[in-house]
């Protein structure tokens, strides 16, 4: 598992982003919606085109995105 670090600028401005601009819950909501769209049209695509082979991981880190933000499927 590789570490990428960020800057110390890229750290501020993510924490004010999600601090300030918009709820985390909101955000995450957001995400899951978009990336239930993005399931639905690329199921109704029926040719394979190479840009879609990655599509698969797109959607798992959206999902874990929206995970961390507002962790909805975690077991309590």
């Given at each position: 598992?590789?570490?990428?670090?960020?800057?110390?600028?890229?750290?501020?401005?993510?924490?004010e982003?999600?601090?300030?601009?918009?709820?985390?819950?909101?955000?995450?909501?957001?995400?899951?919606?978009?990336?239930?769209?993005?399931?639905?049209?690329?199921?109704?695509?029926?040719?394979?085109?190479p840009?879609?082979?990655?599509?698969?991981?797109?959607?798992?880190?959206?999902?874990?995105?929206?995970?961390?933000?507002?962790?909805?499927?975690?077991?309590?």
């Open positions: 598992m590789s570490t990428n670090t960020f800057s110390k600028e890229t750290e501020l401005r993510l924490t982003f999600f601090n300030n601009s918009i709820d985390s819950k909101s955000m995450a909501k957001t995400i899951r919606q978009v990336n239930y769209t993005l399931a639905l049209n690329v199921l109704k695509n029926e040719t394979t085109q840009e879609n082979i990655n599509l698969e991981d797109s959607f798992y880190w959206l999902n874990k995105l929206a995970e961390i933000l507002d962790p909805y499927l975690e077991v309590e």
